[in-house]
């Protein structure tokens, strides 16, 4: 079964292995949160996802976020990670939404980012966020069904970096 768990020592070598299969894929580890993280630190990680959450040591333009591990129990593995940003900034609005989600290469394709994302939601009812914005590239095709498939609306397409194309959704949680 798939929960999202707050960050811990308990997890230290699941959330190791997950980091270490993502940097080994070359790819670009998603949430931009667990890729700034220094794991090799990991106390201090903790410390810093659990000041984040609380709005403590914030750097300018940043807003208080909550990131939590994808957990299989079943599997006892990490099998990826979300970013729940308690609200927008002007940049979060346009490119970055509430909610930042990445699943680890090996575990892709198998339904974790749909479930993650309706945890995730679910979070986000907690935190008072009753409309949800959620971005992702226009040629991320299994994100922009992972968001549809939680009730995700296209608002809009926007520019991107990289001379990518932003696809803007949201979430009306007011149901």
Same mark, same amino acid.
């Given at each position: 079964?798939?929960?999202?768990?707050?960050?811990?020592?308990?997890?230290?070598?699941?959330?190791?292995?997950?980091?270490?299969?993502?940097?080994?894929?070359?790819?670009?580890?998603?949430?931009?949160?667990?890729?700034?993280?220094?794991?090799?630190?990991?106390?201090?990680?903790?410390?810093?996802f659990e000041k984040e959450s609380n709005g403590i040591d914030l750097k300018?333009?940043?807003?208080?976020?909550?990131? &939590?591990?994808?957990?299989?129990? !079943? +599997?006892?593995? #990490?099998?990826?990670?979300?970013?729940?940003?308690? /609200?927008?900034?002007?940049?979060?609005?346009?490119?970055?939404?509430?909610?930042?989600?990445?699943?680890?290469?090996?575990?892709?394709?198998?339904?974790?980012?749909?479930?993650?994302?309706? &945890?995730?939601?679910?979070?986000? !009812? +907690?935190?008072? #966020?009753?409309?949800?914005?959620?971005?992702?590239? /226009?040629d991320n095709i299994g994100s922009s069904k992972s968001i549809q498939n939680?009730?995700?609306?296209?608002?809009?397409?926007?520019?991107?970096?990289?001379?990518?194309?932003?696809?803007?959704?949201?979430?009306?949680?007011?149901?």
């Amino acid at each position: 079964m798939l929960k999202l768990v707050k960050p811990s020592i308990k997890y230290k070598k699941q959330y190791i292995e997950m980091m270490q299969e993502w940097e080994l894929s070359g790819e670009k580890i998603i949430p931009y949160s667990i890729r700034i993280a220094d794991y090799n630190n990991f106390e201090t990680m903790i410390e810093h996802f659990e000041k984040e959450s609380n709005g403590i040591d914030l750097k300018p333009n940043q807003v208080p976020a909550t990131t &939590l591990w994808a957990y299989d129990d !079943k +599997k006892d593995k #990490i099998v990826g990670a979300v970013n729940i940003r308690h /609200k927008l900034n002007e940049s979060l609005l346009k490119n970055g939404g509430h909610i930042g989600d990445g699943v680890r290469p090996s575990e892709r394709r198998k339904g974790y980012a749909t479930e993650m994302i309706r &945890l995730a939601l679910e979070e986000c !009812k +907690k935190l008072g #966020i009753n409309r949800v914005l959620m971005v992702c590239y /226009k040629d991320n095709i299994g994100s922009s069904k992972s968001i549809q498939n939680n009730g995700g609306i296209l608002e809009n397409e926007i520019p991107a970096e990289d001379d990518k194309i932003d696809q803007r959704y949201w979430i009306d949680l007011n149901f």
